[in-house]
């Protein structure tokens, strides 16, 4: 397992509702040296569980509404090209205790974005008003997509975002691919100083060649006061504090809410092009978040 430095660059669909919050998304990540740890299970074995999604259920069915809201539109900010449907349409359970964040290459109901007709679909989910936390171990096993210009993510937002706005809130990115790395993944911070191509992050690969759309990987954070670890696999390759912003403010001690997605296309990731098959899909075995009980 490596660890290396990368830049990256995101925008997110920021709904004016508090129902439908996002942000900006970017970043230089800085780069963090530590080489790959197991993550403590005597920590893990004093927690208590907060949040949890199986995704158990019936083939075809949608996503858990006491726990979830879908996000519609599409998202200028960012040049994406999908856009974010309702309901089970592009986001649902599988039956096999799974979800299925599917995009594809369609527009059936003539979904208009920024450049005009839309010309994918996926879907994005949060948790705001339904569940937010501050600290603990946040967790999703998941298999991403693979392709140019696809772009999975599982990240959280401040929840104070309806009233301070964006970087002000605070961002952790947990996971981001690209598919034109197929074996990295990203998991960086933004926050007021320190967002856009300022966001604090490092980048982690496999092995070998291996690509993360080749099976289903564990993507965490441990998360304290003044703190946040990043592990892939329960291997830890980055640790975080106030040391690392600058001199800018720690925007991360107050409570969270977590956010599903799968971007097609923008900055970042790039276009789709003809070596990209559709339609692809984040598959999302389950989330979970505990809280150690000492916090």
Known sequence: MTVRSSWRRRASLYAASLACCAASLAAVPTGASAAPAPVGSTA????????????????????????????TGDNVNNHERQYYTAGNSNAALDGQGNLVIT?????????????????????????????????GHVEARMKVPRGQGMWPAFWMLGDDIGSVGWPASGEIDVMENVGFEPGTVHGTLHGPGYSG??????????????AFAD??????????????????D???YQTRTPADVGGNQWAFNKPFFLILNLAVGGYWPGDPDGSTSFPQQLVVDYVHVTTPRHL
């Open 44 to 71: 893990k074995a004093a927690a208590a569980a907060t949040f949890t999604d199986d995704f158990n259920g019936a083939a075809g069915s949608a996503v858990d509404g006491g726990k979830w809201q879908i996000e």
């Open 215 to 232: 099976g289903f990987h564990t993507f965490a954070v441990d998360w304290a006061p003044n703190s946040v670890k990043w592990s892939v």
């Open 103 to 135: 995009a594809r290459k369609e527009n059936p109901n003539n979904y208009q974005c920024w450049y005009g007709r839309c010309e994918y679909t996926s879907a994005r989910l949060n948790t705001s008003g339904k569940f937010t936390q501050a600290y």
């Open 197 to 210: 191509s300022g966001g604090i992050g490092a980048a982690y690969s496999l092995p070998g060649g291996q």
């Open 234 to 236: 329960g291997n830890v």
